[in-house]
């Protein structure tokens, strides 16, 4: 919808036009217009995407009544029509007919019980000008962003949308987390919660900040619990049913058009098939068939429903070429190629709609990723007890590694040792070994997936890595690179299985109805049968692969990325000569080594734009 930047207790000459400055970093996350509140204390600046209540009185900095709360915010209230009317009982009065509106009078009036009455995604921060008090929360998940920072030489508080508008406010100290490039490597997103700026922070999904000269309080205000319901296959169909039609609908909510991103999937085609929006949006590879081009069978459905389908081919040029903008409009490094797509996807998209639905979220909380799901082998043979497999697993360690030895292994251990969520790169003894000695000094991988898997020790394996996922990969990645690559283009990305009802839906599922030997995201599946043909409904999990392997093995490309990996930035950070072997032996098909090489050039492109051009 839009994005906020400001500061608090801020010693800079000029306030104006040092907010100006930082709203124009994020100037494509509202186009439309501008506003700017300042006391003594508070510097809001705001920037529009008229979604809701085109008018001028929808207008940020927005205030209550008498003015003591001033409120900038970035998101979506899909109840506020309810919020307001009960609101309006309870006498306030309104001057709009927008949802931002529903969370400055609802503080007013619930304080922080607010943020258990909204249903949305939503960032924002109040200034209460009597109490002097800044209050700031983010969404469930973390569909929106939020960071902060007092990485500053007069002490002050920053915090925004985007970490590219601090780098405008004087005070703001630029300086690289030498911590954050380990775990990096291994999990492809910056998974700590101080970013790769140092002393600038991710706001956690669930979480409030009640801010007062110059010391902070953060809380959880929410967390998915996945508390199973024994009840009928038959049952949770309907359920389902039932609430992502709901979901879809307070989704579609807007006075701009909607449309929705398809792909061959059945999670984008389930919502899609509730939507049934105008048109429809996809994108593939030139020259590449299968999995790296699902556009056809977006168009088949599209077809099927009736529905105009626009679709994108991207080609190797046109990949390499938008990597830096790419990782600019990311704010840190984020190697998760389909964010490339994701890019172009919304790029086309604008040019027809301002807001799309997605199908974000479905794979974590109705259980669809691979990982989930044991091969029949490692069924039977966890079947044995698991001392013996531990011992066995031990054996193996020590043996040549083969895919005997690596399913023994992999038998013998438990989630905790070996899941840490859809993407793992670099393991942590490669990661050490490519890395200079001044980056190897950071937190380990089990030390960043304890905290979580601490929460939810009485639960069966499949919950724990779906809630690793919830917590980890959903935020640091999926919905990261939804709104960034979104926001780029100026356009709201908005995502209905994690909506609150469907959340709280699906986590009373029982795992056996999520996961089974028959397929992942059972449940999910049969429900969608009722408006999907059975071949969408049923189709594998693809995701959004891009051929990069095949690309690098082209001397072009190939050497495009060794111009990179022997620059001056390289030997700041790395062995080059460990990251040439890489390049090299992939280059040789040696090895497929694409996923190493894909996340050390994003990251050096990356650092090259933040730390050398801006």
């Not at 013996?388 to 023994?408: A, D, H, Q």
């Not at 409904?537 to 051929?547: S, W």
């Not at 790395?574 to 072997?581: A, D, I, K």
Request: with cysteine; aromatic share 14%; glycine share 6%.
């Amino acid at each position: 919808m839009c994005g906020f930047v400001g500061f608090a207790h801020s010693s800079v000459d000029n306030k104006t036009e040092t907010i100006e400055k930082m709203m124009n970093a994020i100037i494509h996350r509202g186009p439309d217009s501008g506003g700017v509140y300042s006391d003594q204390d508070v510097t809001f600046g705001f920037r529009r995407l008229m979604i809701i209540d085109l008018s001028e009185e929808a207008s940020q900095p927005m205030f209550n009544e008498d003015r003591r709360y001033v409120l900038v915010f970035n998101g979506e209230i899909y109840n506020y029509q309810e919020l307001r009317e009960d609101l309006i009982e309870k006498g306030h009065s309104f001057q709009s007919h927008s949802d931002s509106e529903v969370i400055i009078h609802g503080y007013e009036e619930y304080g922080v019980d607010l943020l258990q009455k909204v249903r949305g995604m939503f960032a924002f921060a109040i200034w209460d000008t009597k109490e002097e008090t800044l209050f700031m929360a983010r969404d469930f998940v973390g569909i929106k962003p939020l960071y902060y920072s007092q990485n500053t030489t007069d002490g002050s508080l920053l915090f925004g949308s985007e970490i590219k508008s601090f780098l405008h406010q004087p005070a703001f100290k630029k300086e690289l987390n030498k911590k954050a490039l380990k775990p990096y490597l291994t999990f492809q997103y910056s998974v700590l919660d101080e970013t790769f700026f140092k002393g600038v922070f991710k706001l956690k999904p669930g979480h409030y900040m009640i801010y007062k000269k110059g010391s902070m309080e953060i809380k959880p205000y929410w967390d998915i619990s996945f508390d199973e319901k024994e009840n009928s296959l038959d049952h949770y169909i309907k359920e389902i049913k039932a609430t992502l039609k709901e979901s879809v609908e307070y989704h579609k909510i807007s006075d701009v058009k909607v449309g929705s991103f398809l792909s061959g999937g059945v999670d984008s085609s389930y919502i899609t098939a509730l939507l049934m929006p105008n048109k429809t949006f996809s994108v593939g590879f030139k020259d590449h068939e299968g999995i790296f081009n699902e556009t056809n069978l977006a168009e088949r459905l599209s077809d099927i429903l009736k529905i105009e389908n626009n679709k994108k081919m991207v080609d190797a040029d046109e990949f390499f070429e938008k990597v830096p903008t790419i990782q600019y409009h990311m704010d840190e490094p984020q190697s998760n190629l389909s964010s490339v797509p994701l890019y172009f996807l919304s790029e086309l998209a604008r040019k027809h709609v301002t807001v799309v639905l997605s199908g974000e979220g479905a794979d974590e909380i109705f259980g669809g990723y691979v990982w989930y799901q044991n091969s029949p082998k490692m069924e039977k043979y966890k079947k044995i007890p698991f001392g013996i497999r531990r011992s066995l697993s031990s054996i193996s360690k020590k043996l040549p590694e083969n895919r005997i030895t690596s399913f023994l292994v992999k038998g013998g251990l438990k989630v905790e040792e070996q899941f840490i969520g859809q993407a793992k790169v670099f393991e942590e003894q490669d990661a050490l070994t490519v890395l200079k000695e001044d980056y190897r000094n950071a937190p380990s991988i089990e030390s960043i997936t304890k905290e979580y898997y601490d929460n939810v020790k009485d639960k069966d394996d499949l919950t724990k890595m779906q809630y690793i996922d919830m917590k980890l990969w959903l935020p640091g990645d999926i919905l990261l690179k939804a709104d960034k690559m979104s926001m780029a283009h100026s356009i709201e990305l908005r995502v209905p299985f994690l909506d609150k009802q469907v959340m709280e839906m699906a986590s009373h599922i029982p795992a056996p109805l999520r996961v089974n030997e028959t397929n992942t995201k059972f449940a999910l599946r049969e429900a969608s049968n009722e408006v999907l043909p059975e071949e969408w409904a049923n189709r594998e999990k693809v995701g959004f692969p891009v051929p990069f392997r095949y690309w690098i093995r082209e001397e072009k490309y190939y050497n495009l990325v060794k111009e990179v990996f022997q620059s001056e930035e390289a030997h700041e950070f790395f062995n080059v000569e460990e990251l040439m072997r890489y390049l090299n032996e992939h280059f040789e098909e040696k090895h497929n080594y694409a996923r190493y090489i894909w996340t050390v050039y994003v990251f050096l492109v990356w650092y090259k734009k933040f730390f050398k051009e801006l």
